[in-house]
């Protein structure tokens, strides 16, 4: 049971109450061995609530178009499987005085370098949905013109290839649209479903897949699945990339993508950092934490991001968000939060945090303290343990410069 320290008033409305973690066995102490633990834990989570993660492509082949008007290329990525074939648009930004290959920060952003960019150089993925932003002039889930440079705080390139990284970003919506009525029209559903609507993963075809469906339908995987599907194709195009060190590979998201870098991170070696901003409930928040986001309401909104309960299989380990990033270990893990977004539950998260570090457990981790979620919420200090750490700031929900700040602090202590 992880205490958060007493409450106050201050916090009252962010803590409610010690968190009854099922336990996870230390890395040290058990006698069943860390693979074998997250082994087990990765099926269950993927039986249980995301879905499995698709193969590979057959197939996947890169162009590389510097632009002119910005410093960065425009990497056009094709993805087939049997007959079928797709075609997305990714941006690399590398630094200029790079005297070798570079660590890589890679990551969806929900208007992809569009969003990053000012000049009109970029195409327009105009099948692409992704969250309505009608402050800026799209409302249909559409990206629009007046969408280009809108997220350039939210990647602050220039500062990440400052400190020596390259940058890799991609819109999601292009892959998988956001968009339960558009779930089967553009991106990955139609080049993993045959077009007479077979499942890849019927045992005639040796495939996995997901299937369209709409509120109350079934389906194999959920959208937070394909989308991590989608940032481990991104390290299969640094992979062709000299210039990008792949053993120094981080993979970054905020809010719906944090969850979905989280579940890549769970699937995949190469990734060996990930920095979570707010990733909420799926996330890094326990569901058994009463605070913001419930399990029922994400999917009553968004039935297509993960498995359908009815769907889900029977697990006997009850499984919470702390399995999820316990399967990151001994890799580097980075969570983001603040105060005024307890929607994605920051308290719960830190402590989801905590009660994973046992994972992490060597001899060298001896003398690691974790402050009380009422500390923690008084300071605001950053937490750093080793491989692991956590921020939490004034504000509301977004990914500022002052996160990216924060991580690349934890980065340098690593």
Known sequence: MIEAGGKSDEFESAYAGSIDFSPINSAAASSVTRDDQQARQRAMLADTFYGPIPPPPDKLSVVREPMQ?????????????????????????????????????????????????????????????????????????????????????????????????????????SWVPDDIDHWNQHGLYPLLVNPDKTSLDNPDVKKNSSQHHTAGETHTTGAISLWAWAIQRLLDVAATCDEID???????????????????????????????NQSGCGGSAPAAHPVGETLAQMHERFPHWLLPPQQAVSSELRCDQHHLLSLIAPRALYLGGARSDLWSDPIGSYLALAAAAPMWDTDSSQGRVWPSARELWQSSDQVCNGALGYHLRPGGHDLLPFDWRQFLQFQATL
């Open 246 to 276: 792949m053993s120094r590979v981080c993979v970054a998201g905020h809010s719906r993508l944090g969850k979905a870098a989280l579940w890549a991170a769970a699937n995949d070696s190469r990734i060996s950092a990930v920095f979570a």
């Open 69 to 173: 008007s910005e410093r960065a290329e425009r990497l056009q990525i094709k993805v087939s499987i049997c007959d079928r074939a797709m075609n997305v648009d990714a941006a690399l930004w590398l630094p200029s005085k790079a005297s070798g290959p570079v660590p890589l920060i890679c990551g969806l952003d929900f208007i992809g370098p569009v969003g990053l960019m000012s000049s009109p150089e970029f195409p327009i993925d105009k099948s692409a949905r992704v969250s309505s932003r009608a402050d800026y002039g799209a409302s249909d889930n559409r990206i629009e013109e007046t969408l280009r440079g809108v997220c350039a705080y939210r990647w602050p390139v220039g500062m990440l290839l400052d400190a020596g990284f390259a940058v890799l970003v991609s819109c999601y919506g």
